[in-house]
């Protein structure tokens, strides 16, 4: 393997962590003159960053996981869900504007994302509120600064099914959902799961009777949709937007925050596309999951306090001021 390839997928390893030049001088065998070129080349193209820590000591980082501020970019993480579209239309579009790189990573689990955040490896992390909100609350290091949207799910039935139970995926806006089902239906009894596409197979194959899904999932699935979302969660946010702690009064940041909030945007092919390949369904039905979505939401202490109160985690207003954006 090459030098170049070698020192990818060590730094891609590393994250946020990065590696000191003289670890890939000595513990990885190249020479000074070798490992500098390498080096070079890679930070000419944009792939590396470089800085110096201690005297001449060097730090190495992947630009997509350096944990300081870059001008040049705006990294945005997400998970797998259409809810996004608008906010990463308008992110594209203003990176575009302003000659800003735009990097979307797609994670699996809002706890991965919520680390890389934390870390600095990200400006924005989209995510269920429910999870940034606890976060935000325990860490300290990062800020709500907005909802995605609300909507975008619901709770769906297998008839065929000869099983009670209900799957939901964990510590997510589902869980709240499942958690009101369950309230009606005090018999179901919940099963997590963490594969999105293999748990609507399951659930088309009868392996449980409710599944309490998202889209673009909702609106492939095989089933009959018992609740819609607005049902049991009135106009409660599903999904949130955070930043770093240290970040949320940069310029970049706020702009692209007030445009998502105040202005009107189309989303964007590209976008599609990404989304279709992310979740692995067609772009039809990317398309079509965005209809159930309402992206202007009231946003105030007021509605967070009632939505504190909802999930459980009263809270005073106070410690609302510090990890929330209002």
């Given at each position: ?6 020192l990818?997928?060590?730094l891609?390893k590393?994250?946020?962590i ?10 990885m ?25 201690a005297?001449?000591?060097k730090?190495?980082w992947?630009r997509?996981y350096?944990?300081?501020?870059d001008p ?5 993480g997400c ?9 990463l239309?308008?992110a594209m ?5 302003t ?25 924005f ?7 940034e909100t606890?976060f935000?609350?325990?860490?300290h290091?990062?800020v709500?600064?907005g ?7 619901g709770i ?9 139970a209900?799957a939901?995926?964990e510590?997510t806006?589902?869980?709240l959902l499942s ?13 997590v ?17 409710y599944?309490?899904?998202?889209e ?15 049902d ?6 599903c999904c ?42 067609g772009?039809s ?6 209809e159930?979505?309402?992206f ?12 504190m109160?909802f ?16």
């Open positions: 393997m090459s030098l170049r390839n070698t990818i997928r060590e891609r590393r994250k946020s990065g590696v000191d030049q003289y670890e890939i001088e000595e513990l065998g190249f020479s000074k003159s070798t490992a500098s070129e390498a080096l070079s080349k890679l930070e000419a193209e944009g792939i590396i960053v470089r800085l110096k820590i005297g001449k000591s730090r190495v992947l997509e350096y944990p300081y501020y040049s970019i705006i990294r945005i998970l797998k869900s259409t809810e996004y579209a608008r906010f239309s308008i579009d203003y990176g575009e504007r000659g800003t790189r735009i990097m979307i990573r797609f994670y699996n689990d809002a706890g991965s994302l919520l680390q890389d955040i934390s870390s600095g490896t990200l400006e992390a989209l995510a269920p509120i429910f999870t606890l935000a609350l325990s860490q290091n990062i709500v600064v909802p995605v949207a609300s909507g975008g799910s769906f039935e297998n008839p065929t099914s000869g099983s009670d209900i939901t995926s510590s806006s589902m869980m958690r009101e089902f369950q309230k009606k239906h005090k018999n179901a009894k919940l099963v799961f963490n594969d999105p596409v293999k748990a609507r197979k399951d659930f088309e194959a009868g392996n449980f009777k599944i309490a899904i998202w673009p999932y909702a609106s492939a699935i095989d089933g009959n949709k018992v609740y819609d979302y607005s049991l969660m009135d106009s409660f946010p949130g937007i955070s930043v770093p702690a240290d970040r949320y009064k940069n310029g970049r940041l706020t702009d692209v925050v007030s445009i998502y909030r105040n202005g009107e945007a189309s989303i964007r092919s590209d976008i599609i596309d990404l989304l279709a390949k992310a979740t692995k369904v772009k039905v990317v398309k079509r999951s965005l159930s979505y309402n202007h939401l009231k946003y105030d202490m007021h509605s967070v306090m009632e939505y109160d999930i459980g985690y009263p809270t005073a207003e106070e410690a609302i001021k510090k990890v929330f954006l209002l």
